[in-house]
């Protein structure tokens, strides 16, 4: 059975069981994981939270504005504050002002933070798709391997179904005294081994979809039913790609890269606010204050109302100040020491992120290349040991051969259509690959 028809069984399997299961896509299947995966939950609170930074950095700007209010009850001996008299009576007041202040420079501190922590908030962005990306391709292997392994149980059937045939034959060989006991032996035993191989390869698929349920987090199931991508051509299309051109397009959109790159940008802002604080600052502060006192009494003795007293008790204030760093203990330079090593390692980070994505780019188009090769003369493997399986087959129900060389032939013909269907798989895995990083749209992920 040649590759083909393999993926026409699957999808024609597929959809009849629609009926009574849902069957997923490898689209479906990655919106799912992306919207139930509890991980990316984590990024998207640390964006969040960078978010919050940002905002707040810029709300820095605004005046600070600060109210007071107070009542006191005085006991024993006190100053009265309305001739500063010693007093024993006991007595309460109220206390009331508002004040605010103005940074009008700081070495440029403010600015420079709201400009670091908006590439951390943007970086922590890219992240999180980062994330969402790496998650779609874990459930796109896990989803393939599924199709791998159901296209390696059909193989096995069909060996079955061979072994079950021809031990239905050397039984009658030997009824009519063609064969003898001993080639019975032999038959059974090729057919206990690909019952044994086909058991071994449904046990693969269940802890296949294992995997894929548990990368999509998707709960209550234990079984899952995917819908295979039928391939249209013997021949895979072969475009000529190399590591430069790929590299250069991926470099302009990878989520890692940005990040690293917006990261680093930050840094720079970072040794700007630490160099900042050598700066002189300069403040503008100003205030307002009243009060109400029991003792201020009118020439009779009343005491003065509450709203004559705040009007009359009011005073305020206003004032510039400017402040000089002159000696911290050196922590101002030592700062800004620290923020150009942490540049430094940033820089050092995004270098190395570069380098291992050409690597990996490098790996994968020597991959597809290869890949493109080995399709070919799998197939024409494939192909050859089914005419040679056939040959053999004919042989030994002519009694030409035995059981073993049978088996022989069988095996042969099984292992070539694996390596075709693996190979197969493997290169629509790193087609897809190099699309992504070709920037063309795999997965809908924004």
């Known amino acids: 059975m040649n590759l083909k028809k393999i993926f026409f069984i699957l999808s024609f399997a597929s959809w009849f069981t629609t009926i009574a299961q ?4 490898l689209e479906e299947c990655v919106d799912y994981a992306i919207e139930n995966n509890l ?8 964006e969040q939270s960078n978010k919050e930074t940002y905002r707040q950095s810029v709300r820095n700007l605004l005046p600070n504005i600060n109210g007071y209010a107070d009542y006191n009850i005085s006991f024993g001996r006190q100053v009265n504050p309305n001739d500063n008299s010693i007093s024993n009576t006991e007595f309460f007041s109220n206390n009331y002002s508002i004040s605010g202040s103005f940074d009008v420079f700081q070495g440029f501190q403010k600015i420079n933070s709201i400009k670091a922590s908006k590439f951390l908030y943007r970086a922590a962005k890219e992240e999180s798709v980062q994330q969402k990306y790496l998650l779609a391709f874990r459930v796109m292997r896990a989803f393939y391997d599924i199709q791998f392994i159901e296209g390696l149980i059909i193989i096995s059937e069909e060996q079955v179904e061979i072994s079950k045939t ?19 032996y032999e038959a059974e035993s090729l057919l206990l081994a690909d019952e044994l191989l086909l058991t071994q390869n449904n046990n693969r698929l269940a802890a296949a979809k294992l995997t894929l349920i548990q990368a999509m987090n998707l709960k209550g199931e234990t079984d899952i039913l995917i819908r295979p991508e039928i391939e249209n051509s013997e021949k895979e299309e072969n475009l000529k790609m190399t590591s430069d051109s790929v590299f250069n397009t991926a470099m302009t959109f990878i989520p890692l890269i ?30 307002y204050g009243t009060g109400y006192f029991e003792t201020i009494t009118d020439t009779l003795g009343v005491t003065i109302p509450f709203r004559s007293q705040f009007r009359d008790n009011t005073n305020q204030f206003v004032g510039v100040s400017l402040n000089v760093p002159i000696s911290n203990g050196w922590s101002g330079r030592s700062r800004i020491k620290q923020q150009k090593i942490a540049l430094a390692r ?9 380098q291992e994505l050409y690597q990996l780019i490098q790996q994968l188009v020597q991959e597809y290349n290869a890949l493109n090769t080995e399709v070919l003369q799998t197939a024409k493997r494939s192909n050859s040991q089914e005419l040679a399986f056939e040959i053999a087959q004919k042989r030994y129900e002519k009694g030409l ?8 032939a069988k095996t042969l013909f099984a292992t070539a259509q694996n390596e075709n269907l693996q190979v197969r798989l493997r290169l629509k895995v790193n087609k897809s690959t190099l699309d992504f990083y070709n920037n063309l749209s795999i997965f809908n992920i924004n």
């Open 22 to 25: 849902q069957v997923w896509s």
């Open 258 to 287: 940005k990040a690293q790159e917006l990261r680093v940008k930050a840094a720079k802002k970072q040794v700007a606010i630490a160099r900042g604080n050598l700066a002189p600052s300069i403040a503008i502060q100003g205030g």
């Open 346 to 354: 940033a820089k050092n980070n995004f270098e190395i992120q570069e």
């Open 401 to 408: 051969i035995n059981a073993i060389e049978l088996g022989r």
């Open 166 to 184: 021809n031990f239905e034959l050397v039984k009658k060989q030997i009824e009519v005294g063609l064969m003898a006991g001993a080639d019975l």
């Open 39 to 46: 991980q990316l939950n984590d990024f998207e609170y640390t």
